[in-house]
């Protein structure tokens, strides 16, 4: 019987599985953030063979040092930029994650934030809400039709693919993207067209949509000088990582009027903003909800129980992270 550490409040289906296997779980059952002088005391007198652990636990050198036994840390989460991937290698402690659950939904969640920013839809919700409505007016909160404009994908892994499709079949939007690597699957349902150059994809599109991983290469990957690059009537949508944009940067950017809007789920200090971006009237903030469903995240507190019983069972983890 493995023992295994709970680093936070989840669904109960994935605690439940874990016990049902007979292992020993303990359960921070707490929504709170575990900072990490407590998760290090916690790890460093458990003796745990595996961990199950959250986007908010950095998962570091100091960790791996602290919790020699702990052999698996699953993460709850699709990414895994809060784990240091080479150093769990060298240590041979397998790292997983929970690739597919959220597909669907963040890209809802995207569309969601396409439409609001969009039509204006939190402008208008204000106006109303304030009191300043006093009937129709044919020059009131003027948006824009999304039909035929372009949207560049940036990142066409699964869920840029499916923000693609819901976008060209239900939108009839023109789809462009770049990537490291062409998604042919994406071209053939969208006729979406590969651009090797990231530079055109932001000149072109009238809507750009991140969905890349946050690695060295693609921390601040919008900056200054890319923003500088999108339509004055440009909107930018970010549903991945924060720290793929310079949130800085970003807030001159919509104050100058250089890209018309923005949407953000994530950003670069969580959950410190970039001063001045709440107060801005043409950005969308919501709180890294994007995967924020019942079907998504019960299946994601499944797919990391899963990682965990299959490790323990002698068996390869169905989304162990190589590298």
Known sequence: MEKIFVTHK??????????DKGHDVEWRNKSELLPKTELLKILGAGNYDGVLCLLTDRIDIEVFTATPTTKIFANYAVGFDNIDIVEAKKRGVVITNTPGASTESVA??????????????????????????????????????????????L????????VAKKSARGFGMKIIYHDIVRNEKMEKETDAN????????????????LHVPLL??????????RLALMKETAYLIN?????????VALVNAL????????????????????????????????????????????DMAKKAAENLIAFFDGRNPPNKISI
């Open 108 to 153: 809802e969640h995207t569309l969601a934030l396409l439409l609001t920013l969009t039509r204006r839809v939190v402008e208008g919700d204000t106006f109303v809400r304030n009191g300043k409505y006093q009937g129709w007016d044919p020059m009131l909160l003027w948006g824009v039709d999304l039909l035929g404009k372009t949207l560049g994908i």
């Open 239 to 247: 549903t991945s990582r924060g720290s793929v944009i310079d949130e």
């Open 155 to 162: 990142g066409a892994g699964r869920i840029g693919a499916e």
């Open 194 to 209: 590969f651009l090797l150059s990231l530079n055109e994809v932001l000149k072109q599109a009238d809507v750009i949509s």
């Open 255 to 298: 104050k100058k009027g250089i890209i018309r809007g923005a949407a953000l789920d994530v950003f670069e200090n969580e959950p410190v903003l970039a001063e001045g971006l709440k107060n801005l009237p043409n950005v969308v903030l919501t709180p890294h909800i994007a995967s924020a469903t019942a079907e998504t995240r019960n």
């Open 216 to 225: 060295p290469e693609t921390k601040h990957l919008i900056n200054a000088e």
């Open 10 to 19: 989840i669904p109960e289906i994935g605690v439940k599985m874990l016990k």
